[in-house]
């Protein structure tokens, strides 16, 4: 049974109808222009990752001919691809920003925080994080909801106590475009202009409009050894145990994050084309494929944003 | 080139709806080998004989213990022509809250009813919500439908009385269709059991569906979110002197050349660019995001509205408006809060309390006061004019929040005028109206 009315079944001409990255990247611009608006002192999260590398060109779209009108951050774990900070260091010079840096290691050496048993870094950014942020009202990050089934609750404007928490039962309900950035004293939020991207999408983006991104998202040989089903790069931050053989592979980063913890995917995808194809046809998903940290439980991403994790 | 369509969905409790987005998922090859591994796993530790794919759209922790689902979740599915959004929102905790969230920027809401218990009061409740909210399209899956024999009559005895009730609730554009979402029939695949319904899958109809309505339909409106004015920061000498102001349409479409008027203030101007980082647009529609340059240095910032000069909406400070009430405090007349319609936030005052929308019977009964998740008419008090138009006429001029002033939190979503009111009466106009 099927009703319509006229005016409905009237096609809408191509020519005013936007692509789907078309609507993507209107709502991201949108987004972006109401935070600065309506907040004082915004940041935006920039590891020098896709996600991040993606958010800030939507800023530069947003804000042109003007500068992008806020610093960036970087959370940085010490764990590092050099070929990343390279590469997050370029960008910051060539667009003019100020780029804030929250170290680790400056945690790590005067007591604030511990090593992990495992070595790996990811975890301990929740704290240096939130004391980075202090000042900043409002704190752009690059998380997508197709990530985890934690994000999938989150909203794109995610209100965060004075430790930064994420409470998933008083989320305020987010209606319309209509985004509320109200907020007391030592509370801040965490907006997610990508809340809605997938990771295809992101390439596909990357694609179209021919954004730069570090070499290690393309295939490349490299050093590796195999740990938890994933490929870990041979290097100061992962050294093989025994049992754990170094070969040479052809590889590509779906991910990027600490270098102790993130796995690389075997690929021949030396071009963006080549891993929009790739991405399109994969079975598996990109933590699942390459974040040992997420794999810690079923619950481990919903307990580190409790925390204050993004 | 893919377009994207945004869905919500909803439901009563136990009528399959976490199965059917897990089947939406399965079948369209959406689930990936880590996910479907994992729900695997969960089926065989609960002794499950059959994966279970309602878990694909478990969340927290907290809602497995309590096997609840608390909050509206989204997901993300594609097929080779359209790319879908889907709003997850929960049937039992919270029900208007998430219902209302979810239907607020949806295209589409596929709305589950069980074949075996017929049209609930329940089912009535979320197509006046449709209708309230203007979600262009209404998909009714009339599921469980092998467990009632895959049986013609039911399904169109069903089917008739939904259609009725959607025709007295004013919805548009209303379609049904024959599923089993634990089994699969006319989910992604037509089903070859149900030789009597010859019309397509759910799929196949959530990829035909009309994604947006015609901008050229509309009159032009334009939020000005923020105005950009690099000066000496420009990174090109020739910027220095730009002034542009930025926003996205809300509705309609601007030509360089069109006469435009800003409110609340009057003033007029003609544009005379439409810029965006990658290039001059002779030609902008909603929703495109852009920022346009006026000939005139007129008085314009954020919070203000430019309009099509010879269709342009008339500034108020009195709203009266169907708000659905979010909040565990209770709305009092003379409660204060702020209003916040496209880029504008007011101070605002409930003036009075109308009467409470019952979802039963669509009508208005009197009230005084509103509680957690009632709907209700309220006439407000505005510190300043809005340009607001009604909810039924554009869904972003229309739309509004009221926000507790003191600790930030949202209270309430506003809907000015009488929306289901006028779908289900179209032209019907209280006679005191406010605007």
Redesign the interface.
Known sequence: ?????D??A????AT?????L??????A??IL??V??EFERPVLLFSGGKDSVVMLHLA????????VPFPVLHVDTGHNFPEVLAFRDATVERL?LRLEVALVQDYLDDGRLRERADGTRNQLQTVPLLDAIGRHDAVFGGGR??EE??R??ERIYS?RDEFGQWD??N????????Y?G???PGEHVRVFPL??W?E??VWRYVAAERIALPSLYYAHDREVFARDGMWLAVGPHAQPREGEPVTTRRVRYRTVGDASCTGAVESDATHVDDVVLEIAA????ER??TRADDRAS??AM?DRKKEGYF | MSTLLRLATAGSVDDGKSTLVGRLLYDSKSVLTDQLDAVERVSRDRGLEQTDLALLTDGLRAEREQGITIDVAYRYFATSRRSFILADCPGHVQYTRNTVTGASTADVVVLLVDARKGLLEQTRRHLAVASLLRVPHVVVAVNKIDLVGFDEATYRALAAQVGAAAADLGLADVRTLPVSALAGDNVVDRSTRTPWYDGPSLLELLEEIPAAVDPSAEAFRFPVQVVLRPQGAARDERHRDYRGYAGQIASGVVTVGDAVVALPSGRRSTVVGIDTADGELHEAFAPQSVALRLADDIDLARGDLLAADDDAPVPTQDLRATIAWLSDRTLLPGTRVLLKHTTRTVQAVVRDVVGRLDLDTAEIVPAEQLGLNDLGQVQLRLASPVVAEEYVVSRRTGAFLLIDAHDGATLAAGMVGEPLAEARCPGRRPAQYAI
């Open positions: 049974m099927t009703t319509t009315t005016e409905q009237r096609p809408v001409p005013r109808r936007l692509t789907q078309q609507s993507l990247e209107s709502e611009i949108h222009r109401e600065v608006a530069v779209k947003a804000f042109w001919p003007g500068p003019g909801r197709d089934k934690a999938a609750k209100l998933p039962r989320q305020r309900p987010e209606l319309w475009n209509l509320n109200r907020h007391r809340s809605n997938t295809l999408d994969t079975r598996l998903t699942g494929a079923e619950a919903e």
